[in-house]
């Protein structure tokens, strides 16, 4: 197997292929849906996979030393709130657009100076 590197000989860590990794280790992603997040661990393991142009890695945490997702304050609600207005807010005309504004586009759909 390309990507087993179970004592991190070759990679620096050790290295698992894609859906072979031990129990008890999870990406950022799956710690968030327990609830979980690294909490300053060091990275365990990585996960790597061949991909069109080269290779995807995803760096692996243990599970028992994860720590519980810090709860959202009402300052970060309103800093979070304040955030995703500025995200809808048109630069063109300054209304609320109601939809994040693609920053492809620049402006919002109905936005009389486009």
């Known amino acids: 197997m390309r990507f087993y590197d179970p004592t991190g000989e070759r990679f620096g860590i050790p290295t698992y292929p894609l859906r072979l990794a031990p129990e008890g280790l999870a990406t950022r992603r ?18 790597m996979w061949p991909r069109r142009g080269g290779t995807g890695t995803a760096y692996l945490y243990q599970v028992d030393r994860a720590r519980p997702v810090r709860p959202m304050t009402p300052g970060r609600w309103r800093a979070h709130a304040a955030m ?7 630069p063109c005309c300054g209304r609320d657009a109601g939809y994040v ?5 620049g402006h919002c759909t109905g936005c009389p100076l486009s």
Do not use: F, N, V
């Open 101 to 105: 504004i693609p920053t492809s586009r």
């Open 30 to 47: 799956q710690l968030r849906a327990k609830g979980l997040r690294p909490g300053g661990q060091d990275i365990a393991a990585q996960l």
């Open 84 to 90: 995703m207005l500025a995200r809808r807010t048109c």
